[in-house]
């Protein structure tokens, strides 16, 4: 074979090879990812193309939010009555902001800032927390009231066994990061595909080993998000009314020591130290998808949750709220929806039930 043909052919193949990727993206793995509307994280890492009932932009809850970074960006050295330090669900993940709700219905004012995920400066809610009192935030901004709001599969690493030591920060590095870092609410995730992207190959081979795994190994795809059934219809997407898709950390965290005598010690310790400043603790824990929905599983050969059992017998120097409770009535009273059947966060219909226990609290 001349040069000249090797150099046809090679060409060809990666026509051929750049046609059937873009074929397959199309055809199959492209309606796995979100857009816009702010959920569906477990359908892209199940590869599952869940249908939805209607169409979900992000939701408009009514009232208004500010973020700490905004504040920091204008200069402002005010005091704000509301603080909350949150996790994806307070960032507007799932399509909608639960501050907006708090503030539409209830009139309560609130400031946000958001556990910051890049680099190795990570910070969780609890190193958040005592970065705002030891760099002086916290008698800048005089908060009556410090919302804490952690996922529960979160919450042990956080404030027990994965305790890490405060970055040696300044205001001004601290302020910057804070400015710096965004969680878009509604954003499209499917990314500018160009003709040979490797991203696209890779989300296409990972379209095909989930099917795979599931085909021909145990019934699950081969990513972080997993497949259960439900003994009742919990949701509306067509052909999904039974199936619950949720995080593979939700199960994992179910075979960890949950330590919450340790996390519940952490909180007194923050509660004591926020009120010396004029400050309350209020806890704010978003149950796992999979421990919502535990009761109705068909497949219980697992042991359930202990953390909102342990957490409620526990002596409490701060505001504690039982929001598990309350979302598992809603659920037995038939309230379809109320986490995403394709996403690991709850929806606008959790959080309008959770902002009715959260909003008592913060106005005493």
């Given amino acids: 074979m001349t040069y000249k043909r090797y150099a046809c052919t090679l060409l060809a193949l990666a026509l051929v090879l750049a046609i059937a990727t873009i074929a397959f993206w199309h055809s199959f793995t492209r309606p796995t990812f979100y857009e816009k509307d702010g959920h569906g994280d477990l359908a892209r890492l199940a590869s599952y193309d869940i249908p939805r009932p209607i169409a979900t932009p992000p939701v408009d809850l009514g009232g208004t939010h500010e973020m700490l970074g ?12 509301i603080l909350v330090i949150g996790d994806s669900v307070s960032g507007g993940a799932g399509g909608s902001w639960w501050q907006d709700d708090l503030q539409a219905r209830y009139g309560i004012e609130t400031t946000t800032a958001l556990r910051m995920l890049h680099g190795s400066d990570y910070t969780d809610v609890y190193q958040m927390a005592r970065l705002l009192l030891a760099l002086g935030y916290i008698d800048q901004l005089r908060p009556r009231c410090l919302v804490l709001e952690c996922g529960e599969r979160m919450i042990t690493r ?3 066994s994965d305790i890490r030591p405060l970055p040696d920060w300044t205001r001004d590095h601290f302020e910057r990061e804070v400015r710096a870092y965004r969680e878009t609410t509604g954003r499209d995730i499917v990314p500018p ?10 989300a296409n081979k990972a379209y095909i080993e989930n099917r795979l795994h599931e085909r021909f190994v145990d019934g699950q795809p081969t990513g972080d998000a997993r497949h259960a059934r439900l003994t009742i219809p919990t949701f509306s997407n067509p052909g999904w009314q039974h199936d619950l898709v949720y995080f593979v950390q939700d199960k994992e965290y179910l075979t960890m020591p949950h330590e919450t005598a340790a996390v519940n010690a952490t909180l007194n310790d923050l509660a004591a130290d926020l009120r010396a400043h004029g400050t309350e603790l209020v806890l704010f824990v978003l149950p796992d998808k999979l421990d919502t929905y535990y009761p109705w599983l068909e497949d219980q050969s697992f042991p359930p949750s202990p953390f909102f059992d342990e957490m409620a017998a526990l002596p409490h120097d701060y505001a504690y709220i039982d929001t598990r409770t309350p979302l598992r009535q809603a659920v037995a009273a038939g309230t379809p929806d109320l986490y995403w059947c394709d996403d690991t966060h709850a929806s ?13 609290v913060l106005s005493k």
């Fill in 193 to 202: 595909y160009t003709l040979l992207s490797t991203t696209m190959g890779a």
């Fill in 158 to 160: 956080h404030f027990a």
């Fill in 348 to 360: 606008y219909r959790a959080q309008r039930l959770l902002v009715d226990l959260l909003a008592p």
């Fill in 70 to 81: 905004d504040y920091f960006a204008r200069g402002d050295t005010g005091t704000r009555d």
